[in-house]
């Protein structure tokens, strides 16, 4: 999972910006992925960028800053999505001195 630029929706002290996770998809399939994921709003929904790392200021692709780096296969492209580790990253990012949540 990577940090981004995206800046998120401040509420009250809590702000910073999207965490997204990183899946490799054939090249072929992209457009299913896109049709199929974007109908589940409510989870994570569809990509917020399809091929490009730089555009949400992902910094190294190959350097995750949670988790393994994940191998992208020269007829893949790397799809991002938003990710639920988010709210611990904005936890962090604005310096709560007490929160519970889940692990990231």
Same mark, same amino acid.
Not at 42 to 68: F, L, M, Q, T
């Given at each position: 999972m990577y940090n981004t630029s995206l800046k998120c929706r401040s509420s009250g002290s809590l702000s910073g910006n999207m965490v997204v996770s990183m899946k490799p998809i054939p090249a072929l399939k992209v457009s299913k992925h896109i049709e199929i994921t974007s109908k589940y709003t409510? #989870?994570? $929904?569809?990509?917020?960028?399809?091929?490009?790392?730089? #555009?949400? $200021?992902?910094?190294?692709?190959?350097?995750?800053?949670?988790?393994?780096a994940v191998q992208i296969r020269p007829d893949e492209v790397p799809i991002f999505h938003a990710c639920g580790v988010t709210p611990q990253s904005i936890l962090m990012q604005s310096k709560v001195p007490f929160a519970i949540t889940h692990s990231a």
């Open positions: 409510h #989870a994570h $929904g569809g990509p917020v960028s399809v091929g490009s790392a730089e #555009a949400i $200021g992902v910094r190294d692709i190959d350097n995750p800053e949670w988790g393994d």
